[in-house]
């Protein structure tokens, strides 16, 4: 079944990235390709969205990946990975990810032109952030993490559709509650630069599970607002713990606690989204046909472009708001704009993954 609320999650999250990573020019957390004057509003911005947007998407690309088997082969859904996944993020990888890293770079006072600072880029893999200039995947990690998942669980997700009907104990409420636990225990694996793979794959997993049977979209639906308040809450008190005494780390008592909470919120939120937007925003539109058309390559080049506005927008000597307004209304305006371009033209609809 076509889930169309979850179509207009897709966009929300992608064209939220707009604002999102424009403050991330300005907040306290960590470095960044550009850093501006930091700001309060900004830092607690970025921490109240950071946590809990991209396992949004994990989810809901669970669901989408279980139902698009049931009108595709194996081979023909493998097909369709390579062609909207590794082609875009390869291409991405490639050409469209390098400036930032040069803006990096330059903001680190490098004086060299661009392609001298290609002679090196790509053998150097001393910071994956691409923060410093190094190497880096940037914002397509998730396209990275999200083809590598798909494609690893696709045996899991075939016998999941032998016998769905094995998953429904997991309907329960208080069954789904508990899927903190599993969450939280996934990120005690190995990640790849503080992106966690099994994490993420765990969630994607989960996604997939609530597409076996319409039992658990019926089950969300009747407890969404109790499902976002409680995510609401924990989220807020996450952020204050976080604003009083830092962000616990490790496995002890309180880094525990903590990611339990963590998690908490990210898997109540996302669950009591996906049923609100199910309720209210699930019919076809021509809105959402453009939108949800264009959100993919536009959140292929939104990062660069936001970077590069970003390096000229932080040197004109406004304050802070007016830069904000500029970095996130130009990119934003690049970004629809490459798209409009780029889907007139075979090639680009290919590297891009334009359907």
Known sequence: MRRYGFDWLRVFVIFLLFPFHTA????????????????????????????????????VAGYSAYTALAKRTSGQYLKERVWRLLVPFLFGLLLIVPPQAYIAR????????????LGAYFTDFSDLSGYTGAF??????FILYLFVISCALLPVLLSMRKRPDRLLWLSKPWV?????????????LPDIGGKN??????????????????????????????????GLLAGTVF?????????????????????????????LLSLGVMAVADVYLNKPSKALSYLGGAS?????????????????????????????????LGSLAASVACFEICRHFKVTRFVLGIK
Not at 136 to 141: I, V
Not at 200 to 225: H, N, P
Request: charged letters at 10%.
């Open 176 to 188: 789904m509650l508990l899927c903190v636990i599993p969450i939280t225990l996934s990120q005690a």
């Open 197 to 230: 793979p099994f994490y993420y794959a765990f969630l994607f997993l989960l996604g997939a599970v609530f597409a076996t049977s319409d039992v658990f979209m019926d089950k969300l639906r009747r407890y969404k607002w109790m499902m976002l308040g409680i």
């Open 136 to 141: 880096t995947p940037a914002h397509l990690w």
């Open 106 to 117: 330059l903001e680190l006072g490098y004086a060299g032109n661009y392609l001298q600072f």
């Open 239 to 267: 952020l204050v713990i976080a604003a009083m005494y830092g962000w616990p780390e490790g496995w002890n008592a309180a880094g525990i606690s903590y990611a339990i909470l963590r998690n908490a919120a990210v898997w």
């Open 296 to 328: 993919y390559p536009v959140y292929l080049v939104h990062q660069t472009l936001l970077v590069m506005i970003a390096y000229f927008a932080v040197r004109t000597g406004f304050s802070a708001a007016p830069q904000f307004v500029i970095i996130m």
């Open 24 to 59: 991330r020019v300005f907040d306290a957390w960590e470095p960044n390709y550009v850093k501006g004057a930091v700001g309060g509003f900004s830092t607690w911005f970025v921490a109240s969205l950071g946590f809990w947007i991209m396992p949004l998407l994990f989810i």
